[in-house]
């Protein structure tokens, strides 16, 4: 009963955290391996536990998912679509130690992304450099990075979607759900069809991860700016000098 209970928390707060800015896999990834599941199966079976979340918690903004163009949304989920089943190929056949290096500087340059949002689209408008909106190829390595490996997914996004020049961050949150769903999606299919999850725990999970998502889109929506801003900062720096601890 301790381990459920366990397990229950960590999964509703993930699927909180995620909602608002992403990194609920930290809590999750630990509970399971607390409760003895093997590292490579927790991994897979956290991924399949938090991704039902993401559907619940862009269900909370889809009054924002519904105002944007619908023929970029498509676009957008397809590219989604096809570089998180890349992404979750790749992480079948090669090994996480190269990309465990990288994902710290990812985590911190998309932080420090979101965080200067205003400077970079000012260097944008002054032809400093440019960012397609909704453009495929920045678009598509995110759905790479998130499909290989999940962790900080949705900081990464909202960095990606800064720079395109969205400043709304109900409507990034609400498109942030949405293709982490997308993304999370395949390769979880990926991670079933290997046969790598323990599937009582990732249900046990999930349940609880949607009621967290949920609940998270509803706080998202009445925190005020400042601080929205201010805790998705916090926990991008939190999860950037976690992975450089493991280095």
């Given at each position: 009963?301790?381990?459920t209970?366990?397990?229950?928390?960590?999964?509703?707060?993930?699927?909180?955290?995620?909602?608002?800015?992403?990194?609920?896999?930290?809590?999750?990834?630990?509970?399971?391996?607390?409760?003895?599941?093997?590292?490579?199966?927790?991994?897979?079976t956290?991924?399949?536990?938090?991704?039902?979340?993401?559907?619940?918690?862009?269900?909370?903004?889809?009054?924002?998912?519904?105002?944007?163009?619908?023929?970029?949304?498509i676009?957008?989920?397809?590219?989604?679509?096809?570089?998180?089943?890349?992404?979750?190929?790749?992480?079948?056949?090669?090994?996480?130690?190269?990309?465990?290096?990288?994902?710290?500087?990812?985590?911190?340059?998309?932080?420090?992304?979101?965080?200067?949002?205003?400077?970079?689209?000012?260097?944008?408008?002054?032809?400093v450099?440019?960012?397609?909106?909704?453009?495929?190829?920045?678009?598509?390595?995110?759905?790479?990075?998130?499909?290989?490996?999940?962790?900080?997914?949705?900081?990464?996004?909202?960095?990606?979607?800064?720079?395109?020049?969205?400043?709304?961050?109900?409507?990034?949150?609400?498109?942030?759900?949405?293709?982490?769903?997308?993304?999370?999606?395949?390769?979880?299919?990926?991670?079933?069809?290997?046969?790598?999850?323990?599937?009582?725990?990732?249900?046990?999970?999930?349940v609880?991860?949607?009621?967290?998502?949920?609940?998270?889109?509803?706080?998202?929506?009445?925190?005020?700016?400042?601080?929205?801003?201010?805790?998705?900062?916090?926990?991008?720096?939190?999860?950037?000098?976690?992975?450089?601890?493991?280095?």
């Amino acid at each position: 009963m301790t381990e459920t209970v366990i397990l229950l928390i960590a999964a509703f707060g993930a699927g909180v955290v995620n909602s608002i800015a992403g990194g609920g896999t930290f809590l999750t990834f630990p509970a399971l391996v607390y409760v003895g599941v093997p590292p490579v199966i927790a991994n897979a079976t956290s991924a399949v536990a938090v991704f039902p979340g993401y559907l619940s918690a862009a269900a909370g903004f889809r009054e924002e998912i519904g105002s944007l163009d619908r023929a970029k949304l498509i676009r957008a989920t397809v590219v989604s679509l096809i570089g998180g089943l890349v992404g979750g190929l790749l992480l079948l056949v090669s090994s996480d130690d190269v990309f465990s290096v990288i994902v710290p500087f990812l985590l911190l340059a998309a932080t420090a992304a979101f965080a200067f949002q205003t400077q970079l689209q000012g260097w944008m408008r002054d032809g400093v450099f440019q960012a397609q909106p909704y453009g495929i190829f920045g678009l598509f390595a995110v759905a790479v990075y998130g499909g290989y490996f999940n962790g900080g997914l949705g900081i990464v996004l909202l960095a990606l979607f800064a720079l395109w020049g969205m400043e709304n961050l109900n409507l990034m949150n609400g498109l942030k759900n949405a293709l982490s769903f997308v993304i999370s999606a395949i390769s979880v299919a990926t991670f079933a069809v290997a046969g790598i999850v323990e599937w009582k725990a990732a249900l046990l999970m999930a349940v609880a991860a949607i009621a967290g998502g949920y609940a998270g889109a509803r706080l998202a929506r009445v925190l005020p700016k400042p601080v929205m801003r201010a805790v998705i900062i916090g926990i991008g720096l939190t999860m950037s000098v976690v992975f450089f601890a493991r280095l």
